[in-house]
């Protein structure tokens, strides 16, 4: 049977559990969000991702209740949130600190927010038992905070903020303070807890690792503005600007003069220098100045020069990156120019084919490249 792919913000027909409508932010002379119109669906695990300073964390802290639109508005399920205080809001968020009561146990830091609400003790109990099997803290239960890693004080903040069953999860850098290893096994984690509760996640990272890996549509974020908004997937191959292509993953970007041949572009780059190929459905016009990106890991290293192949240019081996399973590549064209090629690494070290100042060929399907305008 094949299975359904959750993808709400293709069908016309499903509303918006969250939506900004024109909002604008000013702090003073300062515009942190600029005329900003975005939806956010039911059950998605949405990113907003950006450098310091693009404007996300005041969206996040608008969403939450801590600031108020200086133009525009929000709607959660069809309401304007704005006259509404952030604790009766049906919105929880967690910070990168965790803010966890050191003085109370795992238990009773789960269960201070339904505490708070006057819920019977049995409603209560049943509620805190529920939080700890799903975050699988249930040995921890009596234990302080200090009392228990990095890794499982981060659970116990996620515990926290979904026991009183919010509509919206807003997480600030959440795995920020944990080292690299436990920070991915935490993103499956999440994902993971996400799933089960149904429950819609709104992200803020500035790690584009961490965004592509846990989020259903990322937003990538600069000076106020969405730059683009679409699934991980679409962000890496078809990045909408160069600002997206540079911003996420590794890239070489090439400027040159583009001309349409059929369906593709031929494209000049540099004296010297064979024109490459490049197919998309975009159309950028009959000819002009254009910029073709290329990921690395699309690019074929060879010493001898392959055949049949459109895109074709020599180079000496300037530089190395070796890390582990791949090795990249800075491969420098006669005119300057550095490309990047990537190989898996399925051979030891001493049997590898490649070293400093090699000349070598690169070579790249017409499809591979993306080509853009800006």
């Known amino acids: 049977m094949a299975q359904t792919v959750f993808a709400p913000w293709a069908d016309p027909n499903e509303k918006p559990l969250i939506e900004f409508r024109n909002v604008t932010k000013r702090f003073g002379d300062f515009t942190a969000i600029d005329d900003l119109s975005l939806d956010i669906y039911a059950r998605e695990f949405f990113a907003l991702l950006g450098p310091s300073g693009c404007g996300k964390t005041t969206m996040m802290r608008m969403l939450a209740g801590f600031e108020a639109p200086t133009e525009g508005s929000i709607l959660l399920s069809g309401h304007d949130i704005a006259p509404v205080p952030p604790n009766k809001r049906a919105v929880n968020m967690m910070f990168q600190s965790y803010a966890l009561f050191p003085h109370l146990s795992v238990w009773e830091n789960i269960a201070f ?199 074709v240019l020599k180079g000496r081996i300037l530089d190395i990156a070796y890390l582990g399973n791949i090795s990249t590549y800075h491969v420098e064209l006669s005119n300057g120019q550095i490309i990047k090629a990537q190989e898996a690494n399925t051979r030891r070290l001493s049997r590898r084919s490649f070293t400093w100042e090699d000349e070598v060929w690169l070579s790249w399907t017409d499809t591979a490249a993306v080509v853009l305008e800006r």
């Open 113 to 311: 927010g339904l505490k708070r609400e006057s819920k019977d003790k049995a409603a209560i109990a049943a509620r805190v038992d529920e939080m700890l099997k799903l975050t699988r803290l249930e040995k921890f239960a009596r234990r302080k905070p200090h009392q228990i890693s990095g890794g499982q004080r981060q659970r116990v903040a996620l515990a926290r903020s979904l026991a009183k069953a919010p509509k919206l999860l807003l997480l600030d850098e959440p795995l920020g303070a944990l080292d690299k290893k436990l920070r991915q096994d935490t993103q499956f984690e999440l994902m993971d807890i996400q799933e089960k509760t149904g429950t819609t996640f709104v992200i803020v990272t500035h790690d584009q690792e961490e965004a592509m890996t846990v989020a259903s549509r990322v937003a990538v974020m600069d000076e106020g503005k969405l730059i683009q908004v679409a699934t991980p997937a679409q962000i890496y191959e078809q990045p909408g600007s160069i600002y997206v292509a540079d911003f996420i993953g590794e890239v070489t970007i090439l400027e040159g003069h583009g001309e349409k041949v059929g369906d593709a572009y031929e494209f000049a780059f540099a004296e010297g220098q064979p024109r490459l190929h490049a197919k998309t459905s975009r159309d950028l016009g009959a000819a002009g100045r254009m910029y073709l990106a290329i990921r690395p890991e699309k690019v074929s290293i060879s010493a001898d020069k392959p055949e049949d192949t459109p895109n």
